[in-house]
């Protein structure tokens, strides 16, 4: 079946210093790949998505890259903010459309000291 | 635009009551899909509603079912509560509409449900 591995955290970085969350996924077909993320207290927000193979998400500094090859979508940014603490999914939908169910991974708590 | 809606935000039930949630789909959205995030978990998908019926279904007991009005709205009913119902239960909404690919989804808050 369909499935999202993801690091486990929690992560602690200090300010400004590199993050990377692996992500790797288990799909049939062409699935889309999506990076949502969940400040404390909130709901989930769509931080990026990339739909097709080596197709690149970006927002707020965050990236990702759609790799068939290795089956992954790590999540990577080159300088995290205290303001970027918060819980991260790595999610994908396996349907044709866009609004199928989606299967996120376990998560990863992100905690980044000033 | 207030996005998606849902109510209440908190909510306290005893084992074995029975308990419905409320959501309020994006403006322009069409499909409603329910999902349970336990503590320290991703969320799981329950099923998901457009026009009205229930198109797609995850892994959960029949005690879950679900609602989709006229205008979009949509209620989860859980009966017979469980101690392990108790989480954060996210409501999502997109656009289908027919013969289209689909917009993605976007979440509410969530209503945090805790079964004592």
């Known amino acids: 079946g369909n499935s999202v591995t993801q690091m486990e955290g929690p992560v602690t970085l200090s300010e400004e210093a590199f993050l990377t969350i692996n992500c790797t996924y288990t799909a049939t077909g062409y699935p889309s790949l999506f990076w949502y993320v969940q400040y404390p207290g909130e709901g989930l927000q769509l931080l990026l998505k990339?739909?097709?193979?080596?197709d690149k998400g970006s927002n707020k500094g965050f990236e990702a890259t759609y790799r068939k090859e290795t089956t992954s979508f790590h999540l990577e940014k080159g300088s995290v903010q205290v303001s970027d603490s918060a819980v991260y999914f790595c999610a994908l939908t396996a349907g044709y459309s866009s609004a199928s169910k989606i299967i996120f991974g376990s998560g990863t708590r992100l905690s980044i000291r000033p | 635009d207030a996005g998606v809606t849902q109510s209440p935000t908190h909510l306290i039930k005893t084992r074995g009551q029975q308990v419905t949630l409320r959501c309020s789909p994006k403006s322009g959205h069409d499909t409603v899909s329910w999902y349970q995030q336990a503590l320290g978990q991703g969320p799981q998908f329950i099923f998901q509603?457009?026009?009205?019926?229930?198109?797609q279904r995850g892994n959960f007991p029949d005690r879950f079912s679900g609602h989709q009005f006229p205008n979009y709205s949509s209620e989860l009913n859980v009966n017979a509560l469980l101690l392990g119902d108790s989480a954060l239960y996210l409501c999502a909404s997109s656009f289908v509409g027919r013969g289209r690919r689909g917009t993605e989804a976007f979440f509410g808050q969530g209503t945090r449900l805790t079964v004592v």
């Open positions: 509603y457009y026009e009205e019926e229930e198109r």
């Open positions: 990339a739909t097709k193979a080596d």
